[in-house]
T-cell receptor
């Protein structure tokens, strides 16, 4: 099992550009989520999904879109990048039986810089 | 909504000593409290979690205690080793707010050998 795989590991964007952060898991987890990590602020929930076709907003959803067409994949889209979106982004997944957002398995992260 | 405060922000201990990290939460309805460890360049990894119906939980050198009345919970690491050096995050969630995790700001633990 590869676990939770995130690509790319690093990305530099210019203000206004769009991009998609990829996340895939091979553990057949129902729940998937995206967090951003900023210095001194811990991890903040952006969006999450409880299953294919179902998504919901987290604490800081503005400027980000998600979709969940398959159980395995949960991409995060930045529609028009802004310097405030410079951060490290983590994708996570968890078993349905443990409840959403419990016992999370995290990917290794994507470091994004917006100039 | 929930607010989680974590202290200290940095902690240095000598190898073999104990380390304690404390978190306070604001929402009395919170019922799930995990702790995550993040090593340099990696994603966070769950090390222990506790529910509100339990006061203490242990796993080898790691323990978590919960005081619901005071709304705080703590991570205890005994006999620290250099490989315990990492950033530790606490979090809290409640069913009332859709089980969304709210994380503390993190504690950098350095174990000196």
């Amino acid at each position: 099992n590869a676990g939770v795989t995130q690509t790319p590991k690093f990305q530099v964007l210019k203000t206004g550009q769009s991009m998609t952060l990829q996340c895939a898991q091979d553990m057949n987890h129902e729940y998937m989520s995206w967090y951003r990590q900023d210095p001194g602020m811990g991890l903040r929930l952006i969006h999450y999904s409880v299953g294919a076709g179902i998504t919901d907003q987290g604490e800081v959803p503005n400027g980000y879109n998600v979709s969940r067409s398959t159980t395995e994949d949960f991409p995060l889209r930045l529609l028009s990048a802004a310097p405030s979106q410079t951060s490290v982004y983590f994708c996570a997944s968890s078993y349905r039986g443990t409840g959403p957002n419990e016992k999370l398995f995290f990917g290794s992260g994507t470091q994004l810089s917006v100039l | 909504g929930e607010n989680v405060e974590q202290h200290p922000s940095t902690l240095s201990v000598q190898e073999g000593d104990s380390a304690v990290i404390k978190c306070t939460y604001s929402d009395s309805a919170s019922n799930y409290f995990p702790w995550y460890k993040q090593e340099l360049g990696k994603g966070p990894q769950l090390i222990i979690d506790i529910r509100s119906n339990v006061g203490e939980k242990k796993d080898q050198r790691i323990a978590v205690t919960l005081n619901k009345t005071a709304k705080h919970f703590s991570l205890h690491i005994t006999e620290t080793q250099p490989e315990d050096s990492a950033v530790y995050f606490c979090a809290a969630s409640s069913e009332e707010y859709g089980n969304k995790l709210v994380f503390g700001a993190g504690t950098i633990l350095r174990v000196k050998s």
